[in-house]
T-cell receptor
Framework: GAGVSQSPSNKVTEKGKDVELRCDPI?????LYWYRQSLGQGLEFLIYFQGNSAPDKSGLPSDRFSAERTGGSVSTLTIQRTQQEDSAVYLCASSSGRWNGYTFGSGTRLTVV | DQQVKQNSPSLSVQEGRISILNCDYT??????FLWYKKYPAEGPTFLISISSIKDKNEDGRFTVFLNKSAKHLSLHIVPSQPGDSAVYFC???????????FGKGTKLSVKP
């Protein structure tokens, strides 16, 4: 597609359940990033995939968070045993190179009740 | 410890006047800086960037200034338009890292 696609756009889940968030990056973009934005906060880096290299997981807030990128394309962010503090907008971005900036998707708004 | 700081959470400007959004950073290894604009319920969109070898970059109504000695950059919008009302994020990266570090954003309101 022409842009970065994220699904679902909204997700309401009960505390303790697992959720999966999906990101389809722009075709050909080798780098893929996950960020989240909590209410009133900036964009918090979570994880970064670059080509076939091992991902940079340094931003993941706990071991309940994990992400995969299959075939160098689609990525799934999984949150296990969700907590209320996980409620945020989860944003995915892709890039074709450091000097080309990022293209963001519209995000998934996750609400944990 | 915030490496990229936007100390003004909001800014209100009259249509036609200049909007100046400020950003400070602490990491001297940052060599690439970007501004993103975000409307509600949408992802951030890229606006303008500058590398550390420059001190100014201009694109239409938008100009970014970089003062490396002060570790400060600013975004100027002239003239401001009501459609510019959005949250503006400053971001930075260093050659040694792959990800962008974002500030908390400044909400700009341009009043007709």
């Amino acid at each position: 597609g022409a842009g970065v696609s994220q699904s679902p756009s909204n997700k309401v889940t009960e505390k303790g359940k697992d959720v999966e968030l999906r990101c389809d990056p722009i075709s050909g973009h080798t780098a893929l990033y996950w960020y989240r934005q909590s209410l009133g906060q900036g964009l918090e880096f979570l994880i970064y995939f670059q080509g076939n290299s091992a991902p940079d997981k340094s931003g993941l807030p706990s071991d309940r968070f994990s992400a995969e990128r299959t075939g160098g394309s689609v990525s799934t962010l999984t949150i296990q045993r969700t907590q209320q503090e996980d409620s945020a907008v989860y944003l995915c971005a892709s890039s074709s190179g450091r000097w080309n900036g990022y293209t963001f998707g519209s995000g998934t708004r996750l609400t944990v009740v | 410890d915030q490496q990229v700081k936007q100390n003004s959470p909001s800014l209100s400007v009259q249509e036609g006047r200049i909007s100046i959004l400020n950003c400070d950073y602490t990491n001297s290894m940052f060599d690439y800086f970007l501004w993103y604009k975000k409307y509600p319920a949408e992802g951030p969109t890229f606006l303008i960037s500058i590398s550390s070898i420059k001190d100014k970059n201009e694109d239409g109504r938008f100009t970014v200034f970089l003062n490396k000695s002060a570790k400060h950059l600013s975004l100027h919008i002239v003239p401001s338009q009501p459609g510019d009302s959005a949250v503006y994020f400053c971001a930075a990266s260093a050659g040694s890292q792959g990800n962008l570090i974002f500030g908390k954003g400044t909400k700009l309101s341009v009043k007709p």
